[in-house]
T-cell receptor, first 111, second 115 residues
Framework: GQQLNQSPQSMFIQEGEDVSMNCTSS?????WLWYKQEPGEGPVLLIA?????ELTSNGRLTAQFGITRKDSFLNISASIPSDVGIYFC???????????FGRGTSLIVHP | DGGITQSPKYLFRKEGQNVTLSCEQN?????MYWYRQDPGQGLRLIYY???????QKGDIAEGYSVSREKKESFPLTVTSAQKNPTAFYLC??????????????FGDGTRLSIL
């Protein structure tokens, strides 16, 4: 099956720092999705990417669809305490609407 | 407001007991999904359904069953055959009318524990 590697597994940062996380796949994806999950809640969609090379922002969040179509990254600028949570990437290949999820990056922001 | 509602929020199961988790959506989405989430792991697909009265096994369907009698509802039964049911269960839905790139939207989950 498809393999999706998400890194880092966890991050402990100071408020105000920038954050970067990424996902790499063993196969080509047509769609990359980034979700955030807060404790005890379901994941919430942050950014959806549909074209290779696409760079999309949502407030302080920026995500890019890699040119090779096998990777994507998410950046968070000037982190704040409410950024705490688990960030998941997910990718979908052509002809399948079932996404493959990464294992998540746990982000902790110290005030 | 439109959304996905999962109930109950917390559920306890006794040995040998079947329990059913509810998932309802009013987004008029065609496809619905059930995932299991364990600490430190990603989301693992249990079952999914593209249309009413049809559903498919995901990666970890053993010990679970589903039904899709209505478009809005996709209940998951955790049977006594599931020997390690303690987990956080997430229901999701998405539009699926030839628009294969529509993202999934998730409910707030049900946490199932063994008594």
């Amino acid at each position: 099956g498809q393999q999706l590697n998400q890194s880092p597994q966890s991050m402990f940062i100071q408020e105000g720092e920038d954050v970067s996380m990424n996902c790499t796949s063993s196969s080509i994806f047509n769609t990359w999705l980034w979700y955030k999950q807060e404790p005890g809640e379901g994941p919430v969609l942050l950014i959806a990417l549909y074209k290779a090379g696409e760079l999309t922002s949502n407030g302080r969040l920026t995500a890019q669809f890699g040119i090779t179509r096998k990777d994507s990254f998410l950046n968070i600028s000037a982190s704040i305490p409410s950024d705490v949570g688990i960030y998941f990437c997910a990718g979908r290949s052509g002809g399948s609407y079932i996404p493959t999820f990464g294992r998540g990056t746990s982000l902790i922001v110290h005030p | 407001d439109g959304g996905i509602t999962q109930s109950p929020k917390y559920l306890f199961r006794k040995e040998g007991q079947n329990v059913t988790l509810s998932c309802e959506q009013n987004l008029n989405h065609d496809a619905m999904y059930w995932y299991r989430q364990d600490p430190g792991q990603g989301l693992r697909l249990i079952y999914y359904s593209q249309i009413v009265n049809d559903f498919q096994k995901g990666d970890i369907a053993e010990g679970y069953s589903v039904s899709r009698e209505k478009k809005e509802s996709f209940p998951l039964t955790v049977t006594s055959a599931q020997k390690n049911p303690t987990a956080f269960y997430l229901c999701a839905s998405s539009i699926d009318r030839g628009l294969v790139n529509q993202p999934q939207h998730f409910g707030d989950g049900t946490r199932l524990s063994i008594l």
